[in-house]
């Protein structure tokens, strides 16, 4: 089944759920024999865990969560109010409701399996690992849920609680890894919670899981012997994270809202209603694709294109608490998309356009359109020069961008572009490039409803201008505003994913 990958190891059985766009792996694991499971640091829409025990007649008896999460609005509270189960976390996580604080060394039992909890912390100060043992067959352990501690070809990064904090949180990580996790056998599983393409760390393998004696072994995290040289390679190069972040660890520790189990169902709206609602702080966020929306839009809507990246991208660029509406190809489209909306903690959807954007037009209400360019077009107004000449905006990463751009070209990631309108001109076209068109067609948008009014995105990005044979340098952005993630636009090396 897609997005799931999962077994059964005598009475054991365990299943893992992906959510490719955030990198967040959860687990289901139970003793079938009697018929109890576990569920281990849910999403926010937990309908999937509710299915998957009734599908195995199990009865979820405990919510076990490592550490406070800081890139996705929990669904630990959800899930225990619609089980009766018991929500277990770190004693530090002081969750302002009803849960079961656990510290290390202290365990509990589902069936069979013997939970111990680790302290671990580093990722968050107040992390917990847990050790299960089958104790129908040992009393060792069989697996660790490492959360955020050891990844899978990684390690946490310790960045995201403040700069001040990167450094003495590595400094417990290394302690962390080397003292709590590497001493366990090789054969011992790692069923982490960060995967490939987590802002969460940098060199995520694409791997699920793995063991700890392959980690030992083949981890470049794990290598260091020293400390301090550790905590350098942990903290080089890690991706900047959107700014919905900052609100999910106070979001998690407070309580998110009930939901009932459920994505609130489809609302559509005729295009009357949606004009009332954008005049009232309301924003228009469009789903199609960057050349749909190149060609018309609603004015002032944002262009965040459907796909497993669309929940990340809305994080960074739409204000939160403001009131949504979408634009989408299909009616189909309303689920997916309020689920990744939901899991970064924007709830205040107000439904989408009846009829999709024919019924807008159709309706006399106002429209306008936006340039697209291929890289032949920008070359050929490079070369002549004078005002319709673009000034390029490079809106990839920093290391995307140190490997090779359009000379002369500025960088400033698109996640940051809000926050350097007015290092922009307005008298002057904009071109927006990426590395295939995703990010320009999100930042040009951004432009647009900031009120720039000569503004392209460029069609297939910076693969297709150097295989058309025109200039590349490289080099360091001079003026820089941070990592993006790079979407699902650009492959990351085999085996590893980066979504910074």
Known sequence: MPGQAGGTLGPMLLRQFVIDGLGHLSTIIADESAGLAAVVDPRRDVDIYLEAARSADLRITHVVETHLHNDYVSGGRELAALTGASHVIGAGADLAYDHRPIRD??????????FTALETPGHTPEHVAYAVADTSRAQEPLLLFTGGSLLVGAVGRTDLLGEENALP????????????????????????????????????????????????????MVQPSDVDRFARLLLRDQPAYPRYFARMRPTNQAGPRLLGGHPPEPRPMAAKDVRSALKQDAVLVDLRSPAAHSMAHVPGSVSIPSGSSFGTWLGWVVEPDRPLVLMLDSPADWDDAARQAMRVG?????????????????????????????????????????????LVVDVRQVTEYASGHV??????????????LEDLPRDRPIATICASG???????????????????????????????????????????????????????PAGHHHRG
């Open 105 to 114: 060394r202290e365990s509990f039992d589902i069936g069979a399996l013997r």
């Open 346 to 390: 924007y709830e205040t959807l107000l439904g989408h356009v009846r009829g999709g954007f024919a019924s807008w037009t159709e309706s006399g209400a106002p429209v306008e359109s936006g340039g697209r360019l291929t890289v032949d077009q920008l070359a050929s107004r490079l070369d002549r020069g004078g005002p319709d000449a673009p």
């Open 169 to 220: 949180f590595a400094r417990a990580m290394f302690r962390s890894i080397r003292e709590v996790i590497l001493p366990h056998e090789d054969f011992v599983g790692v069923y982490p919670t960060h995967g490939a393409g987590s802002l969460c760390s940098t060199g995520i393998a694409s791997t699920p899981w793995s063991t700890v004696g392959f980690e030992r072994r083949h981890n470049p």
């Open 407 to 420: 000379p002369a070209a500025l960088h400033i990631g698109a996640g940051s572009l809000q926050d350097r």
């Open 438 to 492: 995703y990010r320009s067609s999100v930042a040009a948008s951004l432009l647009r409803a900031a009120g720039f009014s000569d503004v392209s995105w460029v069609a297939d990005g910076l693969p297709a201008w150097s295989a058309h044979g025109h200039p590349v340098e490289r080099g360091e952005a001079h003026a820089t505003g941070g990592d993006e993630p790079i979407a699902e636009e650009q492959a990351a």
